[in-house]
T-cell receptor
């Protein structure tokens, strides 16, 4: 089975520019997550989708970050304008709707460098 | 959400058994214990999940004492390729909608 796909793998931008990341989850997975992982830290959840609806976006900096999951399949995360502190790896994960499981499947991530 | 505490780093040698212990004193009745592994430049990978006693799969074993205030991930006969960061997570997927709260993790270094 194909894994979670993300693109691009690397991105370098200047502060105040905008950037977008794309994620295609595993086929049939209803739940999609975006995480931010700063170097040396564990991943932090930014937003969670159930099909095309938002379940949790409490830690998404909504003044500059936005995400959508049209048609309940692939998703896009955007940052506009970027700040230096946004430099991190952005991970996408997906999971089946399964009772009592934390089994999420992660993509390889997009490494963002803001200069 | 129950807070977890685990060692920042551990060293081991090839062929040894490695046990990583995680403390979660405030674990709730409905909480499960889940472990993830992360290699450099990759996303985390689910290893094992348990509620009580012992769980074993082809990769690892998870030991949970009766009071559930701690858990131990056991990796048998590690190899160099087991060098990674290991995260212990505690929570109730049903109540939290699958929200994972990652700590800093334990950086395991396996030497030849």
């Amino acid at each position: 089975e194909a894994g979670v796909a993300q693109s691009p793998r690397y991105k370098i931008i200047e502060k105040r520019q905008s950037v977008a990341f794309w994620c295609n989850p595993i086929s049939g997975h209803a739940t999609l997550y975006w995480y931010q992982q700063i170097l040396g830290q564990g991943p932090k959840l930014l937003i969670q989708f159930q099909n095309n609806g938002v379940v949790d976006d409490s830690q998404l900096p909504k003044d500059r970050f936005s995400a959508e999951r049209l048609k309940g399949v692939d998703s896009t995360l955007k940052i506009q304008p970027a700040k230096l502190e946004d430099s991190a790896v952005y991970l996408c994960a997906s999971s089946l709707e399964r009772v009592s499981s934390y089994e999420q499947y992660f993509g390889p991530g997009t490494r963002l460098t803001v200069t | 959400l129950a807070k977890t505490t685990q060692p920042i780093s551990m060293d081991s040698y090839e062929g040894q058994e490695v046990n990583i212990t995680c403390s979660h004193n405030n674990i709730a009745t409905n909480d499960y214990i889940t472990w993830y592994q992360q290699f450099p430049s990759q996303g985390p990978r689910f290893i094992i999940q348990g509620y009580k006693t012992k769980v074993t799969n082809e990769v690892a074993s998870l030991f949970i004492p009766a009071d559930r205030k701690s858990s131990t991930l056991s990796l048998p006969r590690v190899s160099l390729s087991d060098t990674a960061v290991y995260y212990c997570l505690v929570g109730a997927p049903n109540n939290q909608g699958g929200k994972l709260i990652f700590g800093q993790g334990t950086e395991l270094s396996v030497k030849p």
